[in-house]
């Protein structure tokens, strides 16, 4: 009799206990006609198309959140293609623990590192370890896998762990991905993990900035801003607009990089379409902006052109001036 109450006690004991409980695992259908339903888009780069997660992260960061429900501790795992290209991190993301917009955990796969971040308000880069990683090419499907138990977070790549790590600053939310610098492809989505309700509807703050300009025309690289209060109240801001860095003269801007500027009247909430100040032969570049009490603005810049054999020189530095 007491071998059998022994053993009686034993499953009763087993069945009861917590950490024996199978958790809940979620397969996310992206081949649904309304799937996109269950998903928030923070950028409008990111998209269900065939069965997949599209971020086009090419310009900027490209994100989606999961809204259903969240998890606390929670095993993110997923498939994902980075289609090649010569230049940027091409970077694929999940998300865990996501608790609106700008508080959540993130590993971050590129080229040559996965790495894990906190994002929070105000710093969206808070490393918290990284490794480098040699077998996660472009143009190939890889499976990414990010756990978070307790204070321990855990990341695998392709069937291997590639380290542990402990932060106690996030304890439960929503999951998602994104891409950066690349476009990323996401599909085969799993979640495990005792899933709840949310507590309210996933927030996105209002940025802590605003963009002047995300693409005056000539390439989409925007750099070297300066800003004036013109003697009617209104902000001008100058600067420069290319291609990259550097943008000499080629068939797609055949004059180089140029002076383009944006209007606020409303103390720099808002800005005007951009137009261009000033589009000489040459990469025109790093301006500086005043209007004068006589009302004639002055404009200086400098500007590189390319050499013989290739590379670029410094031409000299100039001042043009409007008296209208």
Not at 298 to 310: E, P, Q, R, Y
Request: net charge negative; proline share 4%; charged share 25%.
């Amino acid at each position: 009799m007491r071998v059998w109450i022994f053993f009686l006690l034993v499953i009763t004991g087993f069945v009861h206990n917590p950490s024996s409980i199978v958790a809940d695992e979620l397969v996310i259908d992206l081949q649904a006609q309304d799937a996109s339903k269950d998903w928030l888009f923070l950028d409008k780069t990111a998209r269900i198309k065939d069965g997949e997660l599209v971020f086009d992260g090419r310009q900027k960061i490209s994100r989606a959140v999961y809204t259903p429900q969240e998890w606390s501790d929670v095993t993110l795992r997923a498939k994902f293609l980075v289609e090649p290209q010569a230049e940027g991190v091409l970077a694929c993301g999940l998300m865990v623990r996501a608790i609106d917009g700008s508080s959540y955990y993130y590993v971050h796969f590129d080229r040559a590192s996965a790495i894990l971040v906190r994002y929070s308000q105000g710093r969206e880069w808070n490393e918290i370890k990284r490794v480098s990683v040699s077998d996660r090419s472009a143009g190939q499907w890889h499976e990414a896998q990010l756990e978070c138990h307790g204070n321990t977070l855990r990341v695998s790549l392709n069937g291997k762990v590639l380290y542990e790590a402990k932060d106690d600053t996030l304890a439960a939310g929503r999951i998602g991905f994104y891409g950066s610098q690349g476009v990323v492809r996401v599909k085969d989505i799993r979640v495990v993990g005792t899933a709840r309700n949310p507590a309210g509807d996933f927030v996105i703050p209002p940025p802590a900035f605003v963009h002047v300009c995300e693409d005056a025309g000539a390439g989409g690289y925007e750099a070297f801003p300066d800003v004036c209060r013109l003697n009617d109240g209104r902000l001008m801001c100058v600067f420069y607009a290319g291609y990259g860095h550097v943008a000499l003269p080629n068939a797609q801007l055949p004059r180089g990089g140029r002076i383009s500027y944006c209007l606020s009247s409303d103390e720099g909430q808002t800005w005007s379409a951009a137009q261009t100040l000033y589009d000489g032969p040459d990469d025109d570049r790093d301006p500086s902006i005043v209007q004068l009490k006589s009302g004639r603005i002055l404009c200086n810049f400098f500007s590189l052109g390319g050499k013989t054999g290739g590379g670029y020189e410094g031409l000299g530095s100039w001042m043009i001036a409007s008296d209208d």
